[in-house]
């Protein structure tokens, strides 16, 4: 009775909260005035930062389209006692947006391998590939060598800069593993799931790659324990859970091997929340950190007091980066969005993309604009929408206000295209009032049954902000980003624009040309 009194009283302080926000903005002055302000902010950015970004960090959401970040808005202005619709992310707030086409080489809907190769090396591939360009065939291992393409993340090591990766799947799942790995097959986790004639042919594992082919990456974290351990080992936080055993074939342990190559170098392996926020991140120059035998529990269903959160994952992560003076590249994947969607979950979906929302803020908060560019993208979009002409303030997961003119039953705003939502009861739609759709696993209902719901193929957005931020604008390939991010910094292949190799500020590649121009006219 006395949750029900707290609830009642929170949805009477909302409703509150909701009423005068609207009996404000029946005055043409609260909106004149917020545009005036908006217009102040937005000539503020004609003032264009082109100075040397020492530092890279890219958040991507993974299956964030359009409609999850309209949706996530509201989800986060609502869990802060707002309406919800006039809430800002913090994505929302940067200064420069554009679009990223996404498809694949061979694939007008793509998927997350292929897109992710796109926007960490700068090319567009086939779908279920990872650091291989589209000249390589998927599950072909004999198309793997020479199609190799390397990432941005090795363009900033090179340039002798710290990297990392924070993911909330496994660390070798396809987002993360295109920073690193070369594989014909996205689903090539561990040595047991290759077919034997690609181990004999030469190809390797991600998770190997993962500590082979760029020896050092300074910070690693997120899931994935059980592809390191051999097979059958059991789990440190699972031990009597045979599903999350080791299952590696060559009888490997990479975390041991990699504990002690790093014992003598700062390196410190992780496994729980404890353990990750006792670390002392000035004295910690490498850091493993495995929270788990798979992919991280969904934000809801995480453990509080043993998983860390995106958010402190991130934080550590920046800290420790932070040592090198040269500067760094961090990629953090909420990879969680995407499993969300697929199972037909709009709940999970969203809170995981309002917790990438609170890390990209702490990001903000750690560093500067002066000298940190900040890109967030996603690598595509889901058949995922909201409507059905909802009401200001409408909880995100509620009803339509209407029924269907067709069947007479109620429908929630949230809904899928296709997906495992889809659901019969006597030969007809399910009466979604007749179920709890509030509920943290309820799946909407989608107009199509599929086992899981499928990615959707129109443009994501890109939000940037700090050096060069304004270069990823208007309507561009997927594989723009990286190579604006690796400008900005002053790695890889543009490097004749900088001063000093790539240590001092920004010298436009037209500024050669504009000088002999002016030396021209005051000839004339």
Known sequence: ??????????????????????????????????????????????????????????????????????????????????????????????????????????????????????????????????????????????????????????????????????????????????????????DWYSDNEMPSEALQAGCKDIARQLFENIPNIDVIMGGGRKYMFPKNMSDVDYPGVAKYNGVRNDGRNLVQEWIDRMKDQGGHYVWNKQQLLSLNPKKTNYLLGLFGPVDLPYDLERNADSDPSLTQMVEVAIRVLQNNPNGFYLLVEGGRIDHGHHEGKAKQALYEAVEMDRAIGRAGFLTTTHDTLTVVTADHSHVFTFGGYTRRGNTIFGLAPMVSDVDQKPFTSILYGNGPGYKLVGGARENVSTVDFAENNYKAQSAVPLTSETHGGEDVAVFSKGPLAHLLHGVREQNFIPHVMAYAACIGQNRKHCVSGGTAALRPVFSSMAAVLTVTLLLC
């Open 1 to 186: 009775q006395r949750a029900l009194n707290n609830r009642g009283k929170r949805g009477f302080r909302f409703r509150l909260l909701c009423v005068n926000q609207l009996e404000t903005e029946k005055s043409p002055a609260f909106w004149n005035d917020r545009a005036q302000e908006t217009l102040k902010e937005a000539l503020n950015t004609q003032v264009l930062n082109k100075n040397t970004a020492k530092n890279l960090i890219l958040f991507l959401g993974d299956g964030m389209g359009v409609p999850t970040v309209t949706a996530a808005r509201i989800l986060k202005g609502q869990l802060n006692g707002q309406s919800g619709e006039e809430y800002q992310l913090e994505m929302d707030k940067f200064p420069f947006v554009s679009l990223s086409k996404t498809y694949n080489t061979d694939a007008q809907v793509p998927d997350s391998a292929g897109t992710a190769t796109a926007y960490l090396c700068g090319v567009k591939a086939n779908e279920g590939t990872v650091g291989v360009s589209a000249a390589a065939v998927r599950s072909q291992c004999n198309t793997t060598k020479g199609n190799e393409v390397t990432s941005i993340l090795k363009w900033a090591k090179d340039a002798g800069k710290s990297v990392g990766i924070v993911t909330t799947t496994r660390i070798n799942h396809a987002t993360p593993s295109a920073a690193y790995a070369h594989s014909v097959d996205r």
